[in-house]
């Protein structure tokens, strides 16, 4: 199983919502990523788990919080979006993090509509 | 730190001639660099990769791509073209030490019948 799903494919949320997008793998992979893609641009990196605990956050506001329950979930919480965080968001997981030939695997995404 | 500038936003070929994207990077040391293809409304797949070996990469689906160090670029081929081709490339590049991939702008490939 080479694939990384995540939940749900499309969402559309109010300003006041409180939602949760979901991304699951099978591959025994240890780091897992949040990306954000607005349209016709390259995928901008949120957050990276190493073994469940957070390694990186690219200063993302705090509206966007991240969890790994386990090895092989990944959840982003959100609250009080602004129409601005509109965009594509995509799970992806590798082996682990910090070798030069990382071969990340990405999920299909979750398209997000913040009304 | 590390760059990569892919020189075309978009690329229009038809089907059956060769394709061609072009990109150029910058790392202060041997870097790894990787081709993504994304279809629309999909993620990211992994067409092939560069890492210090052999200079001509071979990917999946025909495509392949050299390293040239003189020229800092790292340009995809493919000899034909096929209608499934036409998708986003994303060329990225991972500097030795670097924290992250730094991808590049993005080339949207375009076949015609």
């Known amino acids: 199983d080479t694939e990384v799903t995540q939940t749900p494919k499309h969402l559309v949320m109010g300003m006041t919502n409180k939602k949760s997008l979901k991304c699951e793998q099978h591959?025994?992979?240890?780091?897992m990523y949040w990306y954000k893609q607005k349209a016709k641009k390259p995928p901008e990196l949120m957050f990276v788990?190493?073994?469940?605990?957070?390694?990186i956050n690219e200063s993302v506001p705090s509206r966007f919080s991240p969890e790994c329950p386990n090895s092989s979930l990944l959840n982003l919480h959100l609250h009080a979006l602004q129409p601005e965080d509109s965009a594509l968001y995509l799970c992806?997981?590798?082996?682990?993090?910090?070798?030069?030939?990382?071969?990340?695997?990405f999920g299909s995404g979750t398209q997000l509509s913040v009304l | 730190a590390q760059s990569v500038t892919q020189l075309d936003s978009h690329v229009s070929v038809s089907e059956g001639t060769p394709v061609l994207l072009r990109c150029n990077y910058s790392s202060s040391y041997s870097p790894s660099l990787f081709w993504y293809v994304q279809h629309p409304n999909k993620g990211l797949q992994l067409l092939l990769k560069y890492t210090s070996a052999a200079t001509l990469v071979k990917g999946i689906n025909g495509f392949e791509a050299e390293f040239k160090k003189s020229e800092t670029s790292f340009h995809l081929t493919k000899p034909s073209a096929h209608m499934s081709d036409a998708a986003e490339y994303f060329c990225v590049v991972r500097g030795r030490g670097a924290r992250q991939l730094t991808f590049g702008s993005g080339t949207q490939l375009t076949v015609l019948p």
């Open positions: 992806a997981s590798s082996q682990v993090i910090g070798m030069m030939d990382e071969k990340l695997f």
């Open positions: 788990y190493s073994y469940e605990k957070l390694s």
């Open positions: 591959m025994g992979h240890r780091a």
